[in-house]
């Protein structure tokens, strides 16, 4: 099945800076790569995805990069904010028979420095 | 228009009883998802039903956990004989043709 690591665990930067999160995922049918927020207690938001056949996409201060061959994916966030502090979750959709179900990594705290 | 709504959002039980979750999907999304949260983990994927086709079971931890959906509309998630490693938080998601999953706030498992 499929596996999704993600990295680092912890992240923490300062206001304005910018933040890079990664995943990696093993099984090469997957085609589909979701990114969701979630707040302290509430449930995940998705904030950007991207499909497979493209790769980079951009929506205002969040980005995604999307490596096939490298198997790996990436959540840029610039010009963080105070509200950006959360824990981001990259999935990986199973892959191949139709299946789509997700597979999470396991998750990273960013903690945005005033 | 309305969210996944989950009931309930808390549930406390003894160790050894049955409880049943109830996911109601946004209508119209044919696909529907059980998640498991662990404290301060990431999410577990549990089950998928996607219209009428057989679901895919195949992160069920054990055959103490079973799940029905009758035909596009609302799911419950079963646990016999809970265990306290039952404990987390169990969510629900669904989706249309597109895959984006919107998830529901959850009901927090809490087994004695």
């Known amino acids: 099945g499929e596996n999704v690591e993600q990295h680092p665990s912890t992240l923490s930067v300062q206001e304005g800076d910018s933040a890079v999160i990664k995943c990696t995922y093993s099984?090469?049918?997957?085609?589909?790569f979701p990114w969701y927020k979630q707040e302290l207690g509430k449930r995940p938001q998705l904030i950007i995805d991207i499909r497979s056949n493209v790769g980079e996409k951009k929506d205002q201060r969040i980005a995604v990069t999307l490596n096939k061959t490298a198997k790996h994916f990436s959540l840029h966030i610039t010009e963080t904010q105070p509200e950006d502090s959360a824990v981001y979750f990259c999935a990986a959709n199973l892959g191949g028979g139709g299946a789509d179900g997700l597979t999470f990594g396991k998750g990273t705290h960013l903690i945005i420095q005033p | 228009g309305a969210g996944v709504s989950q009931s309930p959002s808390n549930k406390v039980t003894e160790k050894g009883k049955d409880v049943e979750l109830r996911c109601d999907p946004i209508?119209?999304?044919?696909?529907l998802y059980w998640y498991r949260q662990r404290l301060g983990q990431g999410l577990e994927f549990l089950i998928y039903?996607?219209?009428?086709?057989?679901?895919?079971k195949s992160g069920l931890p054990s055959d103490r956990f079973s799940a029905e959906r009758t035909g596009e509309s609302v799911s419950t998630l079963t646990i016999q004989r809970t265990q306290q490693e039952d404990s987390a938080v169990y969510l629900c998601?669904?989706?249309?043709?597109?895959?984006?999953?919107?998830f529901g706030a959850g009901t927090r498992l809490s087994v004695l």
């Open positions: 998601a669904s989706s249309f043709a597109a895959r984006i999953q919107y």
């Open positions: 209508s119209g999304h044919t696909a």
């Open positions: 099984d090469s049918a997957s085609n589909y």
């Open positions: 039903f996607q219209g009428n086709s057989a679901p895919d």
